[in-house]
Nanobody, 111 residues
Framework: QFVESGGGSVQPGGSLRLSCTAS???????MAWHRQAPGKQREVVAS???????DYMDSVKGRFTISRDFAKNTFWLQMDRLKPEDTAVYYC????????WGQGTQVTVSS
């Protein structure tokens, strides 16, 4: 149901823009970007409620920006000033992860 793209390898301080395209209509659903680093649990990086309320995990505040296009069922995560600890596979899903997971997109931040 979700196809994530836009990941890659960047140096610390670099930027990436992740995209998520959803099949089916999620225009009324809250959405989020999740990530899972090796050996760690999946965590919610940024979320957007049905009414547009946005929340970020503390470590990405001021560096990441979540956005969406309701009409196109498309979601983005702009990631700036990336750090090595941002390295993970990134996924989009409902904030509670209750929908089917896509394959994610790998983000690697390394010098």
């Amino acid at each position: 149901q979700f196809v994530e793209s836009g990941g890659g390898s960047v140096q610390p301080g670099g930027s990436l823009r992740l995209s998520c395209t959803a099949s089916g209509s999620y225009s009324e659903s809250a959405m989020a970007w999740h990530r899972q680093a090796p050996g760690k649990q999946r965590e919610v990086v940024a979320s957007m409620s049905r009414l547009g309320r946005i929340d970020y995990m503390d470590s990405v505040k001021g560096r990441f920006t979540i956005s969406r296009d309701f009409a196109k069922n498309t979601f983005w995560l702009q990631m700036d000033r990336l750090k090595p600890e941002d390295t993970a596979v990134y996924y989009c899903n409902h904030p509670e992860g209750i929908l089917s997971w896509g394959q994610g997109t790998q983000v690697t931040v390394s010098s």
